[in-house]
């Protein structure tokens, strides 16, 4: 079974930055495709960022294209988040994924979700 915890939410202001951090429990961690995802108030979850097994190919949401890097460390077994250039629209819950299927698109199918951790982003 994979488990995955986000950690490094927090209130942040406009303009500034924060990096999330997602561990995994499984033995395998470099086997799998990784993604962050986010979901506001009243809206649906939507993909943010996904990297490949790895670490090759990146893929982003065009809101968050040019301020937002994923990478991962396969040796701790662990995905990250780098948020620049924060707006209040990037305000939600952000929740980490992983998916064993390496071929499948990093934007979507992934089969294990971490609890979530908070965003607010202040005007």
């Known amino acids: 079974q994979v488990q995955l915890v986000e950690s490094g939410g927090g209130l942040v202001q406009a303009g500034g930055s924060l990096r999330l951090s997602c561990a995994a429990s499984v033995r395998t961690f470099s086997d799998f495709r990784l993604g962050w995802f986010r979901q506001a108030p009243g809206k649906e979850r939507e993909f943010v960022a996904g990297i490949s097994w790895n670490g090759d190919s990146t893929n982003y949401a065009d809101a968050v294209k040019g301020r937002f890097t994923i990478s991962r460390d396969n040796a701790k077994n662990s995905v990250y988040l780098q948020m620049n250039s924060l707006k209040p629209e990037d305000t939600a819950v952000y929740y980490c994924?992983?998916?064993?299927?390496?071929?499948?698109?990093?934007?979507?199918?992934?089969?294990?979700w971490g609890q979530g951790t908070q965003v607010t982003v202040s005007s």
């Open positions: 994924a992983a998916d064993i299927r390496t071929w499948v698109n990093l934007r979507f199918g992934y089969d294990h």
